[in-house]
């Protein structure tokens, strides 16, 4: 199952869901969390919903309450639906959709494969300027990794195909995080409890429509956070690991 968090993607959603449901996957499933996005964006997955039956998925929450939770919530429903592989995904293109079997083919021996601008291959938007660029890598491949001695090289990739194992044994109600850096918190929490990961390089475009919204207060507070997750995660070992005793439900 594909789980997208969308705010305000009334312009790339159906382009989007049409390219995932062509890809050559078979069972392919997609999940929408939409919250209650002002453009419209959660009438458009409906009508998706329609155009794909018992394929497309939508929850609507009731204001935009973050993108850490809403991954959390889209999880916890392709868990319960008894997903074996889950991706995550933004909506607005950054991430192609082309990449997303590459992604899951690795999964039988990984049990995260996360799409990474930072490893040899990996490339960033040529609209970026070098400071950008340069601020980036060393937010993510050097002042994360320094900090939380984790060996992914893209700490903040949003892009990643997990099994569900994996996100079984990570235990969902530990996370904390809400923005940007629930992505950093995941990471950590799986490489901590010993889980094997794989980087897999990306071009990773520019979103295609609408604007930026990382501004300077919200770098700062990400950059804390990062001490903030060490301090709490000092303890966790591979051993804390949850147990999962419900068994999956019938396959998606
Ligand atoms: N449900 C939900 N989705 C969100 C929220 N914030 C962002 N998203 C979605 O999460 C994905 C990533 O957000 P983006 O805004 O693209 O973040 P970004 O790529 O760092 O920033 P941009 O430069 O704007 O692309 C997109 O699909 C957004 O629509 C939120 O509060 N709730
Ligand atoms: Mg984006």
């Known amino acids: 199952m594909i789980v ?30 939409d919250d209650a996005s002002p453009d419209g964006t959660g009438e458009i997955a409906e009508e998706l919903r ?14 935009k309450l973050g993108l850490g939770t809403a991954y959390i919530t889209g999880f916890r429903y392709a868990l319960d639906h008894g ?8 909506a607005d293109f950054s991430h192609s959709p082309s990449y997303v079997p590459r992604l899951l083919s690795h999964l039988d021996e990984y049990d995260v494969v996360v799409g990474s601008r930072y490893v040899p291959g990996g490339r960033l938007d040529e609209r970026w300027s070098w400071w950008r660029y340069l601020l980036s890598w060393w937010a ?8 939380l001695g984790i060996q992914v090289r893209d700490a903040t990739a949003g892009f990643k195909a997990w099994r569900r194992e994996t996100l079984e044994g990570i235990d ?6 809400n923005g ?16 094997r990961v794989l980087e897999i390089p990306i071009y990773f475009e520019d979103r295609r429509i609408g604007r930026s919204k990382m501004t300077v207060p919200v770098k700062l507070e990400a950059a804390w956070r ?27």
């Open 50 to 63: 329609g155009r794909y039956p018992g394929r497309m998925h939508v929850i609507h929450r009731t204001g």
């Open 4 to 33: 997208i968090p969308t705010y305000n993607e009334a312009d790339n959603l159906a382009a989007l869901v049409q390219e995932l449901f062509s890809l050559p996957i078979s069972d392919l499933h997609v999940l929408v969390v």
């Open 83 to 90: 997903a074996d592989f889950i991706v995550q995904m933004d």
């Open 140 to 147: 993510n491949a050097v002042y994360a990794r320094l900090i």
């Open 172 to 177: 969902l109600s530990r996370i904390r995080s």
């Open 226 to 252: 990062v001490w903030e997750l060490r301090w709490r995660y000092r303890h966790l070992r591979r051993a804390e690991r949850a147990t999962v005793t419900t068994p999956a439900p019938d396959h998606l």
């Open 180 to 195: 940007y850096v629930f992505q950093v918190e995941m990471a950590y929490v799986t490489e901590k409890l010993g889980y």
